[in-house]
C-alpha cells in the first residue's frame, strides 16, 4: 500500500456522537417514527438525512483526530443496521456516502484527498452516479459517460441510472471514462451548472431513496476532481466494492428486525382473534407468539451474520492502515459478504411474509404499510441476483476460482 503524499494535520476532536448504539437511540427512534407514513405518502426523507448529517453519522469512520468516530466497521455496519430497522430507506441513502468517503476521504493521498475529508467530518453527504442503462456487459466495462480534456480539466457528458441517495447529497461521485479508455472517480458537487438529478426511481420498493436518472450536461471537472483508477487506490483496488455490497446486505438485515417490530407492535395491540383461534386474547395465543419467535431468530441470524462479515473487512481495514498487502484478507472479506447476502436476504423474505401470520386481513390495509418490509427487502436483494453469489463461492470451493474482484462482490 502507498502511503499518503502529504502530512495529515490534526483537526478539533468532534463533539458529536461516538459509535456507541446508545448515543443514537434517541435519534433512530425518532426518524423510524414517522417512516411507514413517509413511505405510504411518498414524502421524501430530507429531515431525517439532514439530522444525520448533522450529528455525524456519515463521519463515523473517520477517525477522531479527523472530526470522526473512530468506528470500526464492525460497529458501523452495527449502527447501520440499527438505522435501517427504523428505516430502511434512510439508511439506504447513505450506502454511498459511506463508499466514497472510506475510497477517497479516510484516508487522503493528497490535499484533494484531504480537503474531502474534511467535508465528510463537517456533515456533507456524498452520493453516487455509477450504473448506466446501456447493454454494456456487467464487470468492470468502461462506462459511455464521458471525461473530455478541457484546458487544464475536463468536460463530463452522459447519463447515469440508480443515482440512489444523490437528490439528498451535497457532492456525488460519478464514474466516467476517457476516450483512450481510462477509468475514473469524478467527485464533484452536485450543485455544479450542468448537472440534472431526476427523482423518477419507481421501483416497488425503496421508494424513497430517489434512486433514479441524472444527467450530465458539458460539466466542467477540475484536474484534481478526477481520480483515476490505480490497482492501489479507490475502484482500481481489488474487491473495492465489497464494503458496498455488505452495506445493502445490512440495510436488509435492518428490515429484517423492523418486521420483527412491527409484529411484537400488532400482537400487542389486537382485540380481537382469528375464529378458530385457540384463546380469545391474541396477545395469549400460542400460534402467534410462536411466529413472533420465528420472526426475532431470523433477526438474531441476520445481525449476527452482518457482524461476522464486518469483522473482516476490520482485518482488510486493519491492514491497509499499516500498510501491508491485504489482497487475500480483501478476498476472505469479499467472501464473507458474499455469504451473508445468500442468508440475510432469505430471512428478510420470509420475515415479510411470516409478518402476516400475525395479523388477520387488515393487516393488509395500504394504511398500515406493513408490506413495505418484504417490497423493500426484495428490491434490495434484486440488486444483484443471489444465484451469482452462490454459484462463486462454490466455483471457488470446489474448483479454487477465485470471487470476481470487481462489480457486485
Known sequence: MNKPVIPLPPVAPSSRRSADPADWRDLFAEIGAGSSVRERDRVLPFEAVDLLKQAGFGALRLAEADGGAGATFRQTYKLALDLAAADANVAHIFRNHFTVAEQFARRPYDAKGRAWQAEVAAGTLFGLASTEAGSNPAGGFAPDTKLDPDGDGYR?????????????????????????????????????????????????????????????????????????????????????????????????????????????????????????????????????????????????????????????????????????????????????????????????????????????????????????????????????????????IGELLVKGTPLPAKGFF
Open 156 to 392: 463530463l457528458n452522459g447519463v447515469k441510472y440508480y443515482s440512489t441517495g444523490t437528490l439528498f447529497a451535497d457532492s456525488m461521485l460519478i464514474r466516467a471514462a476517457t476516450a483512450d479508455g481510462r477509468l475514473a472517480a469524478v467527485i464533484i458537487p452536485t450543485r455544479r451548472e450542468g448537472i440534472e438529478i431526476v427523482d423518477d426511481w419507481d421501483g416497488a420498493g425503496q421508494r424513497l431513496t430517489a434512486s433514479g436518472t441524472t444527467r450530465f450536461h458539458n460539466v466542467r471537472v477540475e484536474a484534481d476532481e478526477a481520480v483515476f483508477d490505480t490497482p492501489s487506490r479507490g475502484y482500481g483496488l481489488a474487491y473495492s466494492n465489497t464494503q458496498a455490497q455488505l452495506f445493502l446486505t445490512t440495510v436488509v438485515a435492518g428490515i429484517t428486525r423492523g418486521a420483527l417490530e412491527d409484529a411484537i407492535a400488532l400482537v400487542k395491540r389486537r382485540k380481537r382473534s382469528f375464529y378458530y383461534a385457540p384463546v380469545p386474547t391474541p396477545a395469549d395465543d400460542p400460534f402467534l407468539q410462536q411466529a413472533v419467535g420465528q420472526l426475532a431468530a431470523h433477526a438474531f441470524a441476520a445481525e449476527a451474520v452482518i457482524l461476522a462479515a464486518a469483522e473482516a473487512l476490520d482485518r482488510v481495514s486493519d491492514a491497509r492502515d499499516r500498510y501491508e498487502t491485504a489482497e487475500a484478507l480483501a478476498a476472505e472479506a469479499a467472501k464473507a459478504a458474499a455469504q451473508a447476502k445468500l442468508v440475510v436476504d432469505d430471512l428478510a423474505l420470509k420475515s415479510g411474509a411470516l409478518l402476516f401470520e400475525t395479523g388477520g386481513a387488515s393487516a393488509t390495509e395500504r394504511a398500515v404499510n406493513l408490506d413495505r418490509h418484504w417490497r423493500n427487502a426484495r428490491t434490495i436483494a434484486s440488486h444483484n441476483p443471489a444465484s451469482y453469489k452462490a454459484k462463486a
